[in-house]
């Protein structure tokens, strides 16, 4: 069965440290979403992606943050440097855009925690 | 801007009695809404979702959701729960009109209790 797969899975590093997630959608997917899930705020969008270009990316820390694109069957998020409030569990969804009627595809996460 | 309530964190039910999950949400234009589960240490995956159409709403796993335009609502629902559905339940809703990303409910985690 088609996949997105996420790496690591889990991660664990000290404050100031860079952490570079990874992912990689089904293949033939147009569309890429990044979510952060924690027990307080629950599943929040940090940027969405559509054809490679990024259409959304208010949810995300600017100063902090960063997702790219470099090629169809990548995507990455970084953060520089994490802080201890950055730990939660970060998701990567892709889809195939049929005008916002596709559902998404979830990768099983990466754990992220941050000393 | 578009919105979703969950108003249970929480629903028990006796493992063959029906199972209602309850959604409301808020959005300025016509809303595609959206069903998905999340099972311990896993991503989301998809149930079920409504774009236009007839109210109800048939999905994975015998769920069902029913559209109702004026309560602005779409309850997720199982005529006989089974233990196994026992998980974590997100509603999400997709407004067009604000912008392309799904918008999440804060989740209501069921216990079918055997």
């Known amino acids: 069965d088609a996949r997105v797969t996420q790496t690591p899975r889990h991660k664990v590093t000290e404050m100031g440290q860079e952490v570079t997630m990874r992912c990689q959608p089904i293949?033939?997917?147009?569309?890429v979403f990044w979510y952060r899930q924690t027990m307080m705020q629950g599943l929040e969008l940090l940027a969405y992606f559509r054809n490679r270009a990024p259409l959304d990316d208010s949810g995300m820390p600017k100063d902090r943050f960063s997702a790219e694109m470099p090629d169809a069957t990548l995507a990455t998020l970084k953060i520089q440097p994490s802080e201890p409030r950055d730990s939660a569990v970060y998701f990567c969804?892709?889809?195939?855009?049929?005008?916002?009627?596709?559902?998404?595809?979830f990768g099983s996460g990466t754990q992220l925690s941050v000393l | 801007a578009q919105s979703v309530a969950q108003p249970e964190d929480q629903v028990n039910v006796a493992e063959g009695n029906p199972l209602t999950v309850k959604c409301t949400y808020s959005?300025?234009?016509?809303?595609?809404l959206f069903w998905y589960v999340q099972y311990p240490n896993r991503g989301l995956q998809f149930l079920l979702k409504?774009?236009?159409?007839?109210?109800l709403v048939k999905g994975s796993y015998g769920f069902e959701a029913e559209f109702n335009k004026s309560q602005t609502s779409f309850h997720l629902k199982k005529p006989s729960a089974l233990v196994s559905d026992s998980a974590l339940y997100f509603c999400a809703v997709r407004d067009l009109n604000y912008g392309q990303n799904f918008v999440f409910g804060p989740g209501t985690r069921l216990s079918v209790l055997p």
């Open positions: 409504y774009i236009t159409g007839d109210n």
């Open positions: 293949l033939g997917h147009n569309t």
């Open positions: 959005v300025s234009g016509n809303p595609y």
């Open positions: 969804a892709s889809g195939l855009g049929q005008g916002g009627r596709e559902k998404l595809f």
